[in-house]
C-alpha cells in the first residue's frame, strides 16, 4: 500500500497550489479520501474528505478556498487550495479509510510541505 503526496512548495500569499496523492496497493474506489494537515507546534486536523460518492465536505475554517476531488480511475485524489495565506503553512497528509463492512484499511501517506511566504 503506497499514498504518495506531491504538490508541495513556496508559494506567496494569495496565490494557489494543487496537491496530489497518488495511491496504489489497495482498492481505492472503495476508501473515504482525505487530506490533513500539521502546522509547526500544532496538532494534524483534517482538511477535507472526498466520498466514494464524490460527496466532500471541509473543516469549516477552509470552505470556499479548499476544493478536495478524486478520480478512481487515476487511483489518485486532488486538493486544489486558492487564496492561500501563511497560515496554510503546513504539512499536507493524505489518508484512505476503508468504507466496506467488515474489512479494515486506514492508512496515511508521507506528506507534502506547503509553505506560504513573501
Known amino acids: 500500500v503506497q499514498l504518495q503526496a506531491s504538490g508541495g512548495g513556496l508559494v506567496q500569499p494569495g496565490g494557489s497550489l494543487r496537491l496530489s496523492c497518488a495511491a496504489s496497493?489497495?482498492?481505492?474506489?472503495?476508501?473515504?479520501m482525505s487530506w490533513y494537515r500539521q502546522a509547526p507546534g500544532k496538532q494534524r486536523e483534517f482538511v477535507a474528505g472526498?466520498?466514494?460518492?464524490?460527496?466532500?465536505n471541509y473543516a469549516d475554517s477552509l470552505k470556499g478556498r479548499f476544493t478536495i476531488s478524486r478520480d478512481n480511475a487515476k487511483n489518485t485524489m486532488y486538493l486544489q487550495m486558492n487564496s492561500l495565506t501563511p497560515e496554510d503553512t503546513a504539512v499536507y497528509y493524505c489518508?484512505?479509510?476503508?468504507?466496506?463492512?467488515?474489512?479494515?484499511?486506514?492508512?496515511w501517506g508521507q506528506g507534502t510541505l506547503v509553505t506560504v511566504s513573501s
Open positions: 496497493g489497495f482498492t481505492f474506489s472503495t476508501y473515504f
Open positions: 472526498v466520498r466514494t460518492s464524490g460527496n466532500t
Open positions: 489518508r484512505a479509510q476503508e468504507t466496506r463492512a467488515g474489512l479494515r484499511g486506514d492508512y
